[in-house]
């Protein structure tokens, strides 16, 4: 199994961005799915998820309303599209997929994570 994240650079404070896992070895529909992030010398932070089998979906605080998290399933991905990026969005963002048919709310937790994808680092300069 593998996840592989992409879709990390630079970017202008209130510019798009959209992040993509791509999954090989299992299938992201039937996973929970979801983005954490990590800033320099603070802990790894939930971003958003996405049920496994369903689409219910939760998101941080931080980023609500103005991020979208989704499934691809033809392309097998789950994909994190990020509008009006801040500064304090600067970090490096992690991809995860939970158990069969995790909810969000578990993974939001950090329980039931089976695998971690390698970070993609996302800077928004001022």
């Known amino acids: 199994v593998q996840l592989q994240a992409s879709g990390g650079g630079l970017v202008q404070a209130g510019g798009p961005l959209r992040l993509s896992c791509a999954a090989s070895?299992?299938?992201?529909?039937?996973?929970?799915m979801g983005w954490f992030r990590q800033a320099p010398g603070k802990e790894r932070e939930f971003v958003a998820a996405?049920?496994?089998?369903?689409?219910?979906?939760g998101y941080a605080d931080s980023v609500k309303g103005r991020s979208t998290i989704s499934r691809d399933n033809t392309k097998n991905t789950a994909d994190l599209q990020m509008n009006s990026l801040k500064p304090e969005d600067t970090a490096v963002y992690y991809c995860?997929?939970?158990?069969?048919?995790?909810?969000?709310?578990?993974?939001?937790?950090?329980?039931?994570?089976?695998?971690w994808g390698q970070g993609t680092l996302v800077t928004v300069s001022s």
């Open positions: 995860a997929a939970g158990k069969y048919r995790t909810t969000w709310r578990t993974l939001r937790d950090k329980n039931d994570i089976n695998y």
């Open positions: 070895g299992l299938p992201v529909s039937s996973r929970g």
């Open positions: 996405i049920s496994g089998g369903t689409e219910n979906t």
